[in-house]
């Protein structure tokens, strides 16, 4: 036999190790017949076509970074095997191609209809482990999405007067101004079974807008079905006691088998209301704490009226004036965007006094009580003569800072001022004073020009746009009635009248109208008619306060009721009630005392004189509760009409209900309802054909107010 020699068997033997070693490592390489070329990174990177379909599930992609060379790897692998080689990026590489797949992603939803609000939230979905937590919420989810902006404005304002007669430390007045408004909406779950909804706004115009509700269902197999927090509400089936729409508080939903337990622990923040309504004809009572006098919209047109005021009405009907007015102007703050009518105009708060307050004019004084004219001081003639150059509104702080005035105290000056049209407001020719319709916000100015009649004279105070010849872009100067710096320190805080009273009617007829005046007495915890000292038990407020001087018949003789005289004690379109004297409740009071109690008056002074209403701010005034004991209460008809009106706006969903003799009307068969601004219309004309009494009783979702039926004393 032949031998092999020794290294050709060891290269034998050596070859066939390394085959055996082969065949049992296994080959990571997937060998596949197609090409992917184009396809990077990913084989799916060049398919923007919809008819190509993705890769299936088990082929997984993924993105590695190595930190030893700086580069991102992109792999497909199946299992452990390499779908296809991978492939690398740069750090630079990587980042623009992170944009530009965020870019296509953006587009694409836009294109599709989506938001990004709906993809992406700013608060992601957080997964919470553990059975106990999904077994209470029914899930291990917990979802929160937030909405809404927050602006927070920061400024300064240094404001610098050259007046050589105040200090030099006092000629820059520095300050600083802070706005902040928030709008937020928070809509969230906790699992499947509690969820959130929570809405602020700081913009509110009322307090129900901002709602809270928070919310736990359970299953119908466990005890606890629902809880409740927040905004919730009570509805009863049954017409002896009625639940409640306006609450908020907690409320607990149980089941024990067959018995149903339902709790509510809540502050109720809405009021009941019952309305009678006879042929269409409305009848409703009222009640009116002093403290509410109806602020910013009634103004004296000068000092004159004011002090003449009590005078004129001291013998109604009767109305004791010399002036009549016979044109007016009324100017405010322009916070539209109309300019159709609009000017700029220099706004002084002594024009037409016959004692104008500030020294540096060397005023012309007029006797006490004259009637007021721009020739009773020189204000006007100093205004249009030595500072005329004040027709430029550029030049008016410059000018009148430098005289030493005080901008919002003795002067304003607007910019495109709006002129109100004759609706927006109204006036009393003899007693010298405006109603508006609207009132006027703390940084709105008013302002005034009118013309009068004394003594077969006309006088204007002011300059009136249509007659002045005063064109634009000239300034008009004109009277001062309220600055934006309106406090009890300015001038004009007493123009404002405070005996004014909003009792929440309109169109009031005469026929079936009682009002009285009550003092809430402590003692017997009653309202009386009287103020319960000494003598003065024995005459009602009514007749103290000369609100009744007439019988029915309009007679001189007092029967107890009150005097309705149109146009004078009550405006019978908005319901707004007006006293004959200035200070009812404050130092006519206190005159009224000293007059009747006399050396036993100053006790009963400090117990009944309300006098803080008049010399303060009505949010100060309303924290001296000892002394806001007075009200006004009654009851009125309104004019006959399908529609009543509720006197609410916003009134909750189902909470009116409607019964003629006694049996309850069906919802959009004999009457529909306009929640939104509280107004009942009665489509069923038999029911108003039939004269049978209508209630209404309803709720609304204003602040609670705990309202008591107050009745008057008999006579």
């Not at 992601?124 to 602006?151: R, Y």
């Not at 000494?534 to 309009?554: P, T």
Request: one cysteine or more; aromatic letters at 10%.
């Amino acid at each position: 036999m032949k031998r092999w020699p020794k290294h050709i068997l060891l290269l034998c033997v050596g070859s066939f190790l390394l085959v055996r070693a082969q065949a049992q490592t296994p080959d990571t390489t997937l060998h596949y017949p197609f090409t992917t070329r184009g396809a990077y990174p990913l084989s799916t990177s060049a398919l923007n076509s919809p008819l190509y379909l993705d890769n299936p599930d088990n082929i997984k992609s993924q993105v590695i970074y190595d930190p030893a060379t700086g580069t991102y790897i992109f792999s497909e692998t199946v299992g452990s095997w390499n779908y296809r080689p991978p492939s690398s990026m740069s750090k630079e590489e990587y980042e623009a191609y992170a944009l530009r797949q965020n870019i296509r992603t953006y587009w694409r939803m836009k294109a599709g209809g989506e938001s990004m609000e709906g993809r992406l939230s700013f608060i992601p979905s957080i997964q919470v482990g553990g059975e106990a937590f999904d077994k209470l919420f029914g899930s291990n989810t917990i979802n929160i999405v937030p909405s809404g902006s927050a602006e927070l404005i920061f400024g300064f304002n240094l404001a610098t007067q050259d007046n050589p007669n105040i200090s030099e430390r006092l000629r820059s007045v520095p300050s600083f101004t802070f706005d902040e408004k928030i709008i937020m909406n928070v809509a969230g779950s906790i699992g499947d079974k509690f969820a959130m909804d929570i809405s602020y706004n700081t913009e509110a115009t009322f307090d129900f807008e901002n709602q809270t509700k928070l919310e736990y269902v359970g299953d119908e197999d466990e005890i606890i079905q629902k809880i409740e927090a927040g905004n919730v509400n009570l509805p009863l089936p049954g017409s002896l006691i009625t639940g409640s729409q306006s609450l908020f508080g907690l409320k607990t939903e149980m089941q024990f088998g067959k018995l149903s337990v339902t709790t509510v622990l809540s502050q109720q923040r809405g009021e009941s209301s019952v309305i009678t309504v006879e042929g269409g004809a409305q009848l409703q009572e009222f009640s009116v704490t002093a403290d509410d006098y109806d602020a910013n919209k009634h103004f004296f047109l000068s000092e004159y009226f004011r002090d003449n005021y009590t005078d004129a009405l001291a013998r109604l009907p009767l109305i004791t004036s010399n002036v009549v007015i016979t044109r007016m102007e009324v100017w405010v703050t322009n916070k539209t965007t109309n300019f159709q009518d609009s000017r700029n105009i220099v706004v002084v708060n002594d024009l037409g006094e016959a004692v104008p307050r500030f020294d540096p004019f060397d005023p012309v004084v007029g006797q006490s009580g004259e009637y007021p004219r721009n020739e009773k001081n020189n204000a006007y003639e100093l205004l249009t003569t030595t500072y005329g150059d004040i027709r430029d509104i550029k030049n008016v702080t410059s000018t009148l800072e430098g005289a030493g005035m005080v901008l919002g105290v003795d002067y304003e000056k607007i910019e495109n001022a709006r002129k109100l049209s004759d609706r927006e407001y109204s006036y009393n020719e003899k007693l010298g004073y405006i109603s508006l319709n609207t009132a006027l916000n703390t940084d709105e100015v008013l302002a005034v020009a009118y013309e009068y009649t004394y003594g077969g004279r006309t006088f204007t105070v002011g300059e009136l746009s249509e007659s002045s010849g005063i064109s634009a872009p000239q300034s008009l100067i004109l009277k001062l009635l309220k600055p934006t710096n309106f406090t009890p320190r300015s001038y004009t805080w007493d123009l404002m009248m405070k005996n004014v009273y909003a009792l929440g009617a309109f169109q009031v007829e005469e026929e079936e109208f009682k009002l009285d005046v009550l003092y809430r007495d402590d003692k017997t915890g009653n309202a009386v008619n009287y103020l319960p000292e000494g003598e003065l038990n024995k005459a009602i407020l009514l007749r103290m306060f000369n609100l009744d001087n007439l019988n029915s018949q309009r007679d001189y003789y007092p029967d107890g009721i009150f005097d309705y005289i149109s146009g004078v004690t009550i405006q019978p379109s908005n319901g707004r009630m007006f006293f004959p004297v200035l200070e009812p409740f404050g130092s006519d009071l206190e005159r009224i005392l000293r007059d009747s109690l006399g050396a036993e008056a100053d006790k009963a002074i400090e117990k009944y004189v309300y006098q803080e209403l008049y010399d303060s701010t009505q949010t100060k005034a309303r924290q001296i509760a000892e002394k806001n004991k007075f009200m006004l209460a009654g009851e009125y008809t309104s004019s006959t009409s399908s529609e009543i009106m509720l006197n609410a706006m916003n009134v909750p969903q189902g909470s009116v209900k409607v019964t003629a003799g006694g049996q309850e009307l069906a919802e959009g068969v004999d009457y529909t309802v306009d929640y939104m601004l509280g107004r009942v219309t009665i489509i069923n004309q038999g029911i108003l054909e039939s004269g049978t009494p209508s209630v209404f009783p309803w709720k609304t979702s204003r602040c609670s107010i705990s309202r008591r039926k107050p009745w008057w004393a008999p006579i």
